[in-house]
């Protein structure tokens, strides 16, 4: 392999983004597992971005990376995580619902194998739903600026969320990053194989510095990848540097009068995992959401080039998405733009473009346009497919507070690939 001081910066982000280095194969993955010198990479960091050298930080004690995401229920707990380069004794959160703050959360240390500073988490518990909280992080003569972020409503609200898969740090990613941060959401959903570090940690770090401004103020929300499952250490650094409801790799929140279902299917769904799906699944309806979402990295029904079809996964989860009548079923992986018409049983259920009716069958979706480098479809489409196109792109999702659920597909440009409603 080269030294990769002599590559461009896209080569060698494109190397990256190709390499599995999971310790599980995933069910459909097809492509090989080069594996690059870390310290080929480390050198190619500090030579095309000197910003995240730890060096560079004014101080030791100052925070940087901080992010925002729901807790548990998310209506009145959010989780604040962010880094230092040194351990400081009494790191806080200071928070309330105005500038003043005048609330204190202490912040706990989370350790992890190989990680290239010190992170911290704390949970804002006991707050009000709908509400805008002000905090910032740190410790007295260290703090973070003060940041805003709200809860999730409790009541049927309209809001807006954004989405997309393989993320990266690619030209692409920050485009797509400043078009969510446009939308302004009321959150976004990573569907996976969100910074391709392959266990490089200032890969992280990279990330994490680019998503700060949109990440401290508004939740994200992440389905773990292939790409979260590092070398030796598996997913270590995703539940390290993320705090999400419940055990991280799989959970439940919801917002207004939609349940979203994050699930974890890097490792073919055995038996466990198929039970939680289930469980969640059943919860919902019992609870009678208005609106059921699955999120999870693999899709079922892809089209792309040596993958097409994840029938093992088909296999496992169709029949459990299909039983539960699941709205919408979000998806990353591969590098496209791809959305089928509702499915039952193998087979579409209606082959109308852009109306459809809720409880049917689900839609698939896959948003792996995010910012990673593109793949290629197989020359054929499927008969499943309402639509598919070889971009990147982000989705807007806009959920009322009667009516349909509107979903567009956006391209980097601006404009819509692909408009659909499902009906109440």
């Known amino acids: 392999m080269p030294h990769l001081r002599s590559l461009p910066l896209i080569l060698i982000a ?9 310790q599980v194969a995933p069910v459909a993955e097809s492509r090989p597992a080069p594996v690059p010198n870390p310290a080929d990479l480390r050198a190619a960091m500090e030579l095309n971005y000197p910003d995240i050298r730890p060096e560079t930080r004014q101080r ?25 380069q040194r351990e400081v004794a009494g790191s ?23 990680q290239t500073g010190v992170t911290y988490e704390a949970a804002l518990d006991q707050l009000l739903p709908a509400t805008a909280i002000f905090y910032r992080v740190g410790t007295p003569g260290a703090w973070s600026e003060t940041f805003t972020a709200t809860t999730a409503p409790k009541s ?28 302004n959401p009321a959150f976004h959903v990573l569907l996976g194989d969100v910074s391709y570090a392959n266990g490089f940690q200032p890969f992280w770090d990279k990330w994490f510095d680019m998503m700060e401004p949109f990440a401290s103020r508004i939740p994200v929300m992440a389905a773990i990848g292939n790409h979260e499952y590092e070398k030796d250490i598996g997913p270590m650094t995703y539940v390290g540097r993320f705090s999400f ?16 279902v994050v699930v974890n299917t890097v490792l073919g769904l055995p038996a466990p995992q198929l039970a939680w799906l289930e469980a ?21 029904f892809g089209t792309t080039a040596g993958r097409g079809f994840n029938r093992p996964l088909i296999v496992r989860e169709a029949a459990v998405l299909e039983k539960y009548r699941v709205d919408l079923v979000l998806a990353g992986h591969d590098h496209v733009y791809e959305r089928s018409f509702p499915i039952l049983g193998g087979k579409p259920v209606s082959q109308e473009r852009e109306r459809y009716r809720k409880g049917v069958a689900p839609i698939h979706v896959i948003a792996g346009g995010g910012g990673a480098g593109l793949y290629k479809f197989a020359p054929r489409p499927s008969s499943l497919n309402a639509i598919r196109e070889l971009t990147h792109a982000r989705l807007r999702v806009t959920v009322r507070a009667e009516g349909p659920l509107e979903v567009e597909a956006i391209r980097l440009d601006g404009s819509t690939l692909d408009h659909f409603e499902i009906a109440p």
């Open 14 to 22: 494109a190397v990256l983004s190709h390499a599995v280095w999971g």
């Open 60 to 84: 030791p004690d100052t925070p940087w990376q901080v992010r925002v995401a729901f807790g548990s229920p998310s209506t009145t707990s959010l989780m604040v995580t962010w880094q230092v």
């Open 92 to 114: 806080l959160v200071e928070y309330g619902p105005s500038p003043t703050l005048g609330l204190k959360a202490p912040a706990k240390r989370v350790v992890y194998k190989s």
């Open 156 to 183: 049927n609200e309209p809001f807006v969320f954004t989405a997309f898969g393989d993320h990266g740090v690619l030209d692409p990613a920050p485009q797509n990053l400043a078009a969510i941060t446009r939308d």
């Open 245 to 260: 409801p419940e055990d991280e790799l799989q959970y439940t929140f919801d917002y207004g009068n939609v349940r979203f």
């Open 280 to 300: 969640a699944l059943a919860k919902a309806r019992a609870d009678q959401v208005g609106w059921l979402i699955v999120c999870q990295h693999f899709p079922l």
